[in-house]
């Protein structure tokens, strides 16, 4: 990234909580994160770690009991915190994208295809019927659906999971979108079809300049496909990297676990290792390190929260007694 | 489609049998109408004569078989009392339990849908609370007590409206209609209200029911990702949904509707089935009360075929299934 233009989004200390009757669920709690243009970020996380909230909260669709509390999310240099509804939803659809995990419930089961692809096209766009129902058909041949004028008049579910999620791809790409963020859009599909999916999405952001937050629990699927990788732990970001830095020298005792539990070529016919314990409740967490019980580095004062630092040139990490050894054997 | 709807067929006109013989041997078993019909002086050839003329002479099956044969020429039999064929006197009040029957589905629709989905989408508000715990009264009133109410508030003490008949009708595909003149219209809007009570409670707590479920579901906040209006994403998302079941319980309701106007027909003195049903119960008008238990069941049987074939319109999915068979 040169200095001069601003990333396409930047989030600066986002907290976003839930006030629940039960108490206050911290999902976002002091995220920082920045995207530039046609570049790919990989959220990584445990579930109920906070990556869809923390989606939300950038799409403006956090909703009650839930709101942003504090902190910026700049997008393009505009906060979005600082909008009005109007106005974001001028940019939902349309500079801002959205996918979704569940292509099964993703799209209304009562309208058809061209209903719902045209209405996104009106939503933004000063064009006739037949000109919005012109960019529904090719977007759906972008995506590679075979037959696109048929498969418009087609209802959702007449299509596989699969091709479910293309339609939604297809619809996020409508407007051309500065920025995407696909929440485990391949979580649901099976490996082939996910494959394909990764190659094109990763294909149409490099050769539109989209920025890409590629959402997900499964730190090999982003391996293949992210830039930097940011993992998020109970609501923070607990390590951030690029991908290489992160996957070969994972310094966070989290990350580290997660990699363990990753099957790969290096690790083949080795048992898969599991993070041993659960992923906290986000409500009423106690202070200190939210890994902490997990953790088999934790130590007295861990007892305190850790900050984010750069322990290593270039890498942030939110923990007192990070993987220094391993960066330091690799490096030697 | 045409085996589903075949097979469909055959079971109603299988219903159609069973019911005619429960509803035949039922109405025997209620009573003797000859000491109701024929005058206590009459003697015992008079008597016999007018058994015979009746058909009451015969054993049970072979009255129903006589019945039976009849019916499949589209004769019910005769009212003892108005010595004219139950079906013609049934189809003559028809239109008067339709139009009040219709009137206050419409009404259920009208009122129960806005105030439903408002409820649905402030559920917390003062509004809505208001809104449900009176759909808790509309459910638990008795429908002649809240009939009776409405005579003496809006009829009797502002004398806004009328309290009994159809008023003046109008004919229209040769049958009598109230609601095609202004005041037979004013004559069937106490009567339909009190009818419509219990179904605008319905319609609200299943349109508020669908709303709160539908609005958490993934395509409503995808909706919301596409940058749709609030409005289109209610009224077009939202309102799809919860169309499919409002829609297939109040039509099957039609049918109760209509079963169930006996009530408001008596309170009103609406000159319905329902009100010569229960004048030819008292007299035991035997042919005249099968007739109506029939007509009623081909009606139930109508009407669910009918919401079939309409839910199938409004959601896709069923639509395929039929047509795949
Ligand atoms: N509507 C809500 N009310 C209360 N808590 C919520 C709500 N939505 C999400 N949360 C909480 O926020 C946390 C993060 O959720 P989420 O972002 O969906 O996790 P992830 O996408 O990483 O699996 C979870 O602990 C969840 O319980
Ligand atoms: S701060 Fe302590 S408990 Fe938390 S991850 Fe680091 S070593 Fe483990
Ligand atoms: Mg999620």
């Known amino acids: ?332 | 489609m045409s085996v589903y709807m075949l097979r469909r067929l055959l079971q109603a006109v299988a219903v159609v049998f069973a019911m005619s013989l429960i509803v035949f041997v039922g109405v025997y078993a209620i009573g003797d109408p000859v000491e109701i019909l024929i005058s206590p002086d009459a003697d015992q050839i008079e008597r016999e004569r007018a058994i015979a003329a009746l058909g009451l002479d015969l054993p049970l099956w072979e009255q129903y078989f006589v019945f039976l044969s009849k019916a499949l020429q589209g004769d019910l039999g005769r009212s003892f009392v108005f010595n004219e064929p139950a079906l013609r006197l049934i189809l003559q009040r028809m239109p008067a339990t339709l139009e009040l029957a219709f009137g206050a589905t419409i009404m259920a629709l009208v009122i129960g849908l806005p105030l439903g989905l408002y409820a649905g989408l402030r559920p917390d508000s003062p509004v809505s609370r208001t809104i449900m715990a009176g759909s808790i009264l509309g459910f638990s009133l008795p429908t002649f007590w809240v009939g009776l109410m409405l005579i003496m508030v809006f009829a009797v003490q502002l004398g806004w409206l009328p309290s009994t008949g159809r008023g003046p009708t109008r004919e229209f595909l040769g049958m009598q209609w109230s609601f095609l003149t202004w005041d037979g219209l004013r004559h069937l809007l106490l009567p339909a209200i009190n009818l419509s009570l219990f179904k605008i409670s319905l319609v609200i707590r299943l349109t508020r029911a669908g709303v709160r479920e539908t609005i958490l579901m993934d395509f409503v906040k995808f909706a919301r990702a596409k940058g749709l209006s609030p409005n289109r994403v209610i009224f077009v998302h939202v309102f799809k949904n919860i169309l499919i079941p409002v829609v297939t319980v109040v039509g099957l309701e039609l049918g109760s509707t209509i079963a169930f106007s006996v009530v408001t027909e008596s309170v009103f003195a609406w000159p319905g089935m329902g009100k010569l049903i229960i004048d030819s119960i008292n007299v035991l008008d035997r042919p005249v009360i099968v007739a109506y238990l029939m007509i009623i069941v081909m009606m139930f049987i109508i009407i669910n075929l009918v919401v079939d074939l309409t839910y199938s319109v409004l959601d896709p999915r069923v639509r395929l299934e039929a047509k795949g068979t």
């Open chain 1, 1 to 332: 990234m040169n200095g001069t233009a601003p990333p396409t989004l930047e989030v600066r200390n986002l907290r976003t909580h839930f006030f629940t009757r039960a108490g206050v669920v911290k999902a976002v709690d002091d995220v920082s994160f920045s995207v530039p243009r046609g570049k790919v970020l990989g959220l990584v996380g445990e579930s109920g770690s906070g990556k869809s909230v923390t989606g939300f909260s950038v799409m403006g669709l956090v909703d009650p009991p839930g709101r942003v509390v504090s902190g910026e999310i700049l997008f393009q240099g505009r906060d979005l915190t600082k909008l009005s509804e109007e106005e974001m939803r001028d940019l939902r659809g349309n500079r801002i994208a959205m996918i979704f995990q569940d292509p099964m419930m993703t799209l209304n089961p009562v309208l058809r295809i061209d209903t719902q692809m045209i209405e996104t096209v009106l939503a933004h766009a000063r064009v006739s019927r037949e000109e919005a129902r012109q960019r529904a058909r090719d977007a759906l041949g972008m995506v590679g659906i075979p037959s696109p004028e048929e498969r418009l008049q087609s209802y959702p579910h007449q299509f596989s999971g699969g091709m479910r999620q293309r339609v939604a791809i297809a619809i996020a790409l409508l407007h051309r979108p500065e920025l995407i963020i696909a929440d485990e859009p391949t979580t649901a599909l099976d490996v082939t079809i996910q494959g394909q999916i990764l190659a094109e999405v990763q294909k149409l952001s490099a050769t539109t300049g989209t920025a890409l937050i590629w959402i997900t629990h499964d730190l090999s699927v982003v391996a293949g496909l992210a830039d930097e990788i940011a993992v998020m732990y109970a609501g923070r970001i607990v390590e951030h990297g690029t991908v290489a830095e992160v996957l070969d020298r994972p310094l966070h005792p989290y990350t580290v676990g997660l990699i363990g539990s990753v099957p790969s070529r290096n690790r083949r016919g080795e048992p898969l290792r599991q993070i041993p314990g659960m992923t906290p409740s986000l409500l009423n967490l106690p202070p200190g390190c939210p890994f902490r019980a997990r953790c088999p580095r934790a130590a007295e004062d861990c007892r305190e929260e850790p900050p984010m630092r750069e322990v290593v040139p270039g890498r942030d990490v939110r923990c007192f007694r990070p993987h220094l050894e391993a960066a330091e054997e690799a490096t030697a």
